[in-house]
């Protein structure tokens, strides 16, 4: 069983599009994250949700839209992609706690032409 | 702003060799602490994590990390290194009363055989 999937795992698209990437955790955990992989590896923190509230949101374009129907899923919505969005997409989560890890899936890259 | 480095970007190694990654942070007051291996094309796994009591912490695969809180460093190492470490290393920080993980630039190890 997968901890923490996403869906989909490829994407290639062309400029102005709008596409979404999901997310889903079956570890019970409270908070989920998107975090953004650039071509150099560069991971930097983009939303988080704890129990379907928003609790971080990092300077992100608007264009960048997350979305917590509950608490075991995480989606990610982009319009009007740009060149610059491509990259690599994880979805992460945790526990509540101070002490708890991120679980990652497995990553959604993304790749605007 | 907390901030984590990571000093060395590329590290090549022959197998064997005695690996030491340097990892320091900037915040001031409890931290936890974690370092986080991605094999190539993969997500994201733990390999040890820091939040409390014995600073020498052990993880797996043979890795372990020292807390040195005087000097805000984790560094992490492993006495003997295999061709299948080859990957990237990012070491992370969790401040206490915050959900946000900041990750460093990480660090891309390739073991020769």
């Known amino acids: 069983d997968t901890a923490v999937s996403q869906t989909p795992k490829y994407l290639v698209t062309q400029m102005g599009n709008d596409k979404s990437i999901k997310c889903e955790q079956n570890?019970?955990?409270?908070?989920m994250y998107w975090y953004k992989q650039d071509s150099k590896k560069f991971l930097k923190i983009m939303f988080s949700?704890?129990?379907?509230?928003?609790?971080i949101n990092e300077t992100v374009p608007n264009r960048f839209s997350p979305k917590s129907p509950d608490k075991a899923h995480l989606n990610l919505h982009i319009n009007s992609l740009e060149l610059g969005d491509s990259a690599v997409y994880f979805c992460?989560?945790?526990?509540?706690?101070?002490?708890?890890?991120?679980?990652f899936g497995e990553g959604s890259r993304l790749t605007v032409l | 702003a907390q901030s984590v480095s990571q000093h060395n970007h590329h590290v090549i190694l022959s197998e064997a060799a005695s690996l030491e990654l340097g990892c320091n942070y900037s915040?001031?007051?409890?931290?936890?602490l974690f370092w986080y291996v991605q094999y190539p094309g993969q997500h994201l796994q733990l390999l040890l994590k820091?939040?409390?009591?014995?600073?020498l912490v052990k993880g797996i695969k043979g890795f372990e990390a020292e807390f040195i809180k005087s000097k805000f460093s984790f560094n992490l190492r492993k006495p003997s290194v295999q061709w299948s470490d080859t990957a990237e290393y990012f070491c992370a920080v969790k401040t206490s009363g915050t959900y946000k993980y900041i990750f460093g630039t990480g660090t891309r190890l390739k073991v020769l055989a």
């Open positions: 915040y001031g007051g409890t931290v936890n």
């Open positions: 820091y939040f409390s009591g014995d600073p």
């Open positions: 992460a989560s945790s526990q509540p706690g101070f002490t708890g890890e991120l679980f």
């Open positions: 949700y704890n129990n379907k509230e928003l609790i």
């Open positions: 570890l019970g955990h409270d908070t």
